[in-house]
Each structure stands twice: as structure tokens, then as C-alpha cells.
């Protein structure tokens, strides 16, 4: 069992940055792969971001949805249990709640996540 807490969601100016964080419980955080997804009002819930688990020979790997690509960095302190969004560049388009999961498999579908955060509201004003 993993459980998730989100913090450092607020408000911020177009242009602007803001970090997120995901707390995790539990001794095997090393083991997981972590997402960030987003949902707007009315939208479905997106892909955000992506950190594969620590195990790998060249250690994790990192994806990015498009819209975020060059904007957004995924990383994770695994003594910390903690994994980030930093979040640069903001645009409005960017406002939504934001949610943190775990995977022990794949990382881009909301299906692939066994365990999710509450979520942390980003609203960005222009």
C-alpha cells in the first residue's frame, strides 16, 4: 500500500513558476514509477509527466506530454520518498488540479496507476 499527499499547488502569474511536490508512505518507493497527471474543469484527466522507477541500469527515465515538453521537469529524492513537478513557464491553459501516482508498470495510461494522490489545485492567471 502507497499512499500519496500533493502540496504546492496555488496561484500564479502567466509566465511564472511553481513546484509541486508527492510525499510517499511506504519502503519500496524506490520500486515505483510516478506520474503527474492534470484534470481541468469539464476535461478529462491528462498525462502530464512521467519518472520510471530507480532500478534501471541507467537509472529513471523521464517522458513529458507535449504541451508541457521544455516547460515542466519530473524528479524524484527517492530518500525522501518525494517526486516533483517543477512547473516553468506557466500558462493559463496550465490551470488544473494536479494529481501524483504510482505504477509498478507502465506510466502513461491513468489505468497503469494502482495508487493516487488527492490532488493539489495550480491556477494560473493571466
Known amino acids: 500500500q502507497v499512499q500519496l499527499v500533493e502540496s504546492g499547488g496555488g496561484l500564479v502569474q502567466a509566465g511564472g513558476s511553481l513546484r509541486l511536490s508527492c510525499t510517499a508512505s511506504?519502503?519500496?518507493?524506490?520500486?515505483?514509477?510516478l506520474g503527474w497527471f492534470r484534470q481541468a474543469p469539464g476535461k478529462e484527466r491528462e498525462f502530464v509527466a512521467a519518472?520510471?522507477?530507480?532500478?534501471?541500469?541507467?537509472?529513471?527515465?523521464?517522458y513529458y506530454a507535449d504541451s508541457v515538453k521544455g516547460r515542466f521537469t519530473i524528479s524524484r529524492d527517492n530518500a525522501k520518498n518525494t517526486v516533483y513537478l517543477q512547473m516553468n513557464s506557466v500558462k493559463p491553459e496550465d490551470t488544473a488540479a494536479y494529481y501524483c501516482?504510482?505504477?509498478?508498470?507502465?506510466?502513461?495510461?491513468?489505468?497503469?496507476?494502482?495508487?493516487w494522490g488527492q490532488g493539489t489545485q495550480v491556477t494560473v492567471s493571466s
Open positions: 519518472i520510471t522507477w530507480s532500478g534501471t541500469w541507467s537509472g529513471p527515465i523521464t
Open positions: 511506504g519502503r519500496t518507493f524506490s520500486a515505483y514509477s
Open positions: 501516482a504510482a505504477s509498478r508498470g507502465g506510466v502513461f495510461k491513468i489505468g497503469d496507476y494502482a495508487y
